[in-house]
């Protein structure tokens, strides 16, 4: 299978927004791409109140999320299983 969207290599993965609902997060990379992962894979934001799961920021110019009112974030290189350097 071929693809049309080319991910260079040294380029780390970008977000431009990201939206929580109540079993996922959606994080929607710069290249068009959309994640969606499990809100259980992170029991700090699974067991987290609605209100502070929305209360999200795209930090470090795209490169992580960052949850204020929790004190905690995620790297997007991270939730796609890749080193900030690959």
Not at 61 to 76: A, E, M, N, Q, T
Request: proline content about 7%; cysteine-free; aromatic content about 6%.
């Amino acid at each position: 299978m071929s693809s049309s969207i080319v991910h260079h290599p040294n380029s780390p993965p970008k977000a431009t927004s990201a939206r929580v609902s109540d079993e996922h997060l959606v994080v929607v990379l710069a290249d068009g791409r959309e994640l969606t992962v499990p809100l259980a894979w992170f029991d700090w934001l699974a067991s987290a109140a609605p209100a502070q799961r929305v209360d999200l920021e795209i930090v470090e110019g795209g490169h992580g999320i960052w949850w204020p009112s929790l004190d905690d974030g995620l790297s997007v290189a991270g939730l796609m299983g890749v080193s900030e350097g690959d």
